[in-house]
């Protein structure tokens, strides 16, 4: 069938940023922050195309969880 339609941003994702996703060190973290980490690793950073950090979460699966949750598509940076 060669039905055609127009693709909008709904469809192809355009709209949705990337956002890049890496591990971070807990040692690597202001003091502040390596108060609050309950945890000891598998922290992972959530960073914009700037370069900001957006989040940390535990692990890289909530990282990328989140991303998707607020309509960004998650990438994992080395």
Known sequence: MDTKFAANEETTGAERPIVYVRKVEVDDLPDEVRAQAEIQDDIYAVHNDEGERLALVQGRELAFLLARQ???SP???H
């Open 70 to 72: 607020h309509d960004m």
């Open 75 to 77: 990438v994992t940076v």
